[in-house]
T-cell receptor, first 118, second 112 residues
Framework: GAVVSQHPSRVICKSGTSVKIECRSL??????MFWYRQFPKQSLMLMAT?????????EQGVEKDKFLINHASLTLSTLTVTSAHPEDSSFYIC??????????????FGPGTRLTVL | AQSVTQLDSQVPVFEEAPVELRCNYS??????LFWYVQYPNQGLQLLLK??????LVKGINGFEAEFNKSQTSFHLRKPSVHISDTAEYFC??????????FGTGTSLTVIP
């Protein structure tokens, strides 16, 4: 099946620093990648939709200048949390939508990145 | 607009007993329906999905779900649970070709 990886799996940083999280589709091309945020014991909340070669579309309430998304290729999207603060600590999960129609409308999820801001 | 309601936040059940995790949704358009499982500190794994056709869908690990359009439900069932089924379960809907909307999750705990 389709595999999505995330790097790093876990990161701890100081308040005020920026953190970059990578999301890669390993064996398929993804026209669209999605970034979710999950607080402890809560559901996944969609943050933004990332399309290759174009600007990301952010959900209401998500600061685009704080959560920078770049989708430079059909297999890589990055999320940069700029000037991170403790309230940004969360579990970030990406997903990728496969190109073509074989697995239409199905998303494949990465294993997640645990961000802890001290 | 779409929304997903998982009525039970926590479900304890004894090993080898049956379990049902409830999911109701609302949508103004046709949707695809999904159940995912999440183990601690891991991403989501697809259990099963309903796209069209038979309303009874079978998935991995012995799980199945039934789509009921009139009741806008997509409940997940397993006839006999194992300790390894202890995890968080998420119901999700996806309008055709668009993003996913997740329920708040149900924590299933299997008691030995």
């Amino acid at each position: 099946g389709a595999v999505v990886s995330q790097h790093p799996s876990r990161v701890i940083c100081k308040s005020g620093t920026s953190v970059k999280i990578e999301c890669r589709s390993l064996d398929f091309q993804a026209t669209t990648m999605f970034w979710y945020r999950q607080f402890p014991k809560q559901s996944l909340m969609l943050m933004a939709t990332s399309n290759e070669g174009s600007k990301a579309t952010y959900e209401q309430g998500v600061e685009k200048d704080k959560f920078l998304i770049n989708h430079a290729s059909l297999t890589l999207s990055t999320l940069t949390v700029t000037s991170a603060h403790p309230e940004d600590s969360s579990f970030y999960i990406c997903s990728a939508k496969i190109r073509g129609t074989r697995s239409y409308n199905e998303q494949f999820f990465g294993p997640g990145t645990r961000l802890t801001v001290l | 607009a779409q929304s997903v309601t998982q009525l039970d936040s926590q479900v304890p059940v004894f090993e080898e007993a049956p379990v049902e995790l409830r999911c109701n949704y609302s949508s103004s358009v046709s949707v695809y329906l999904f159940w995912y499982v999440q183990y601690p500190n891991q991403g989501l794994q697809l259990l099963l999905k309903y796209l069209s056709g038979s309303t009874l869908v079978k998935g991995i690990n012995g799980f199945e779900a039934e789509f009921n359009k009139s009741q806008t439900s997509f409940h997940l069932r397993k006839p006999s649970v194992h300790i390894s089924d202890t995890a968080e379960y998420f119901c999700a809907v996806s309008p055709l070709g668009n993003q996913f909307y997740f329920g708040t999750g149900t924590s299933l705990t299997v008691i030995p």
